[in-house]
Nanobody
Framework: QVQLVESGGGLVQTGGSLRLSCEASGTTSSVTTMAWYRQVPGKQRDMVATIASGGSTNYADSVKGRFTISRDNAKNTVYLQMNSLKPEDTAVYYC?????????WGQGIQVTVSS
């Protein structure tokens, strides 16, 4: 089992920045892809950014150039640096981790961008 705990969310004005962190614990060996997803009420959970164990990254078109995903394998932590935030970035952000055929989610953290 892998447990994921997010931190760093909150309220920010348009154009501001936030940095989300997600620390993994438990059986973290062989965790490969880690990612951030987000969800607004009534809509599906969408991928924001992914990062492989080797460091390759992938981003949703809506956040390219504004968000940066990174990970510290020694700390079992993945980060999401969010710059130039827009009201449409408002959502609950979830951390994701994959280990072999299993995948895990954090509890989610609210990010609200005021206009």
């Amino acid at each position: 089992q892998v447990q994921l705990v997010e931190s760093g969310g909150g309220l920010v004005q348009t154009g501001g920045s936030l940095r989300l962190s997600c620390e993994a614990s438990g059986t973290t060996s062989s965790v490969t892809t880690m990612a951030w997803y987000r969800q607004v009420p009534g809509k599906q959970r969408d991928m924001v950014a992914t990062i492989a164990s080797g460091g390759s990254t992938n981003y949703a078109d809506s956040v390219k150039g504004r968000f940066t995903i990174s990970r510290d394998n020694a700390k079992n932590t993945v980060y999401l640096q969010m710059n130039s935030l827009k009201p449409e970035d408002t959502a609950v952000y979830y951390c994701y981790a994959r280990r072999f055929a299993s995948y895990y989610w954090g509890q989610g953290i609210q990010v609200t961008v005021s206009s």
